[in-house]
């Protein structure tokens, strides 16, 4: 069992940034950023795993990084260039099954999920 604690959602303007981190209580072999915005299914945003292998949603790229503090277990996603499309709420996930590697960004793939934290982005 793995839990996964969230922190460092909010409101920006459009344009802004936001930080967002998880802090996982054990090893996992992925780890990962998911959104679902109101009546939408939830979906990849970035992933990592053990390897140090990345996968970035399109939509995303370009705007997004994801990184890991591996001392820490700690997984970040920093947030540039904000749109209000990306107004959701972010939820982190980790899964320890090697097998993770080859589905990075879909949730299907996790077993663990963090609580939540919601990201708003204005106009």
């Known amino acids: 069992q793995v839990h996964l604690v969230e922190s460092g959602g909010g409101s920006v303007q459009a344009g802004g940034s936001l930080r967002l981190s998880c802090a996982a209580s054990g090893p996992t072999s992925c780890m990962g950023w998911f959104r679902q915005g109101l009546g939408k299914e939830r979906e990849g945003v970035a992933t990592?795993?053990?390897?140090?292998?990345?996968r970035i949603a399109d939509s995303v790229k370009g705007r997004f990084t994801i990184s890991q503090d591996n001392a820490k277990n700690t997984l970040y996603l920093e947030m540039t260039s904000l749109k209000p499309e990306d107004t959701a709420i972010y939820y982190c996930?980790?899964?320890?099954?090697?097998?993770?590697?080859?589905?990075?960004?879909?949730?299907?793939?996790?077993?663990?999920w963090g609580q939540g934290t919601q990201v708003t982005v204005s106009s």
């Open positions: 990592i795993n053990s390897g140090g292998n990345i």
């Open positions: 996930a980790a899964d320890g099954r090697s097998y993770c590697w080859y589905f990075q960004l879909s949730p299907r793939t996790y077993a663990y």
